[in-house]
């Protein structure tokens, strides 16, 4: 039999063993936040993207859910369904618990890389449409615009209502009146229509416009 010297000293070596190998969850968690941030300004699950601060914000909150609810939850799943040989002691809760953080953690990560690699094909696509809704005015307003409104091309102002379809409007040297068409990029030739009203798009949407 060992002194008792000797067996704290032992105990305590196990216990520091045990420490470190569940001591992965909050350095992986600072790495996958900034991982996980990263990620989404790259490849964002929205069209509109997401910047650089809101993302880390975004991905702290989820991995805190991550850690701070589901893990625990999973933890206690897996122990209560554990079948572990006769004689086989378990590990110790939170190193179990370390280990489950740990990989939802990294799951995560997959899960964001999944989420923006899935949005790309409707980024790209309500870019080109963009693109197409500024060309069309561009050119109509150049070929059926009057020379004041040619002269402001650059105060043309744009709002999407709906997948392809778009109100813009480019103000006269008045500014509270504006040459406004709706666009459609969804068809071939693009669809361009002029509106009756002169409200720019802030005046319009204030009182419910609809095309």
Not at 105 to 119: E, I, K, T
Not at 125 to 141: G, K, L
Request: charged share 20%; glycine share 8%.
């Amino acid at each position: 039999m060992l002194p008792a010297s000797q067996s704290e000293a032992r105990f305590r070596a196990n216990r520091l063993r045990w420490r470190l190998r569940g001591a992965w969850t909050w350095p992986v968690f600072a790495l996958v936040t900034v991982a996980d941030a990263l990620v989404m300004r790259s490849l964002p699950p929205i069209a509109s993207g997401i910047r650089l601060v809101p993302a880390l914000i975004v991905s702290a909150a989820a991995n805190l859910f991550l850690v701070g609810a589901l893990a625990p939850w999973l933890s206690r799943r897996l122990a209560a369904r554990e079948r572990l040989p006769r004689g086989t002691l378990p590990p110790p809760a939170e190193i179990r618990l370390d280990r489950v953080a740990t990989g939802l953690l990294l799951a995560g990560v997959l899960g964001v890389v999944a989420a923006g690699l899935a949005a790309r094909p409707l980024t790209v696509s309500e870019t080109v449409a963009t693109e197409a809704n500024a060309t069309a005015v561009r050119d109509y307003v150049l070929a059926n615009g009057s020379e004041e409104y040619q002269r402001n091309l650059g105060s043309a102002n744009t709002i999407r209502l709906g997948e392809g379809y778009f109100r813009t409007c480019v103000s006269a040297d008045e500014r509270s009146r504006a040459l406004c068409l709706f666009v459609d990029t969804n068809r071939r030739p693009v669809d361009l229509r002029r509106d009756r009203s002169t409200e720019p798009n802030e005046q319009w949407l204030g009182r419910g416009g609809t095309p």
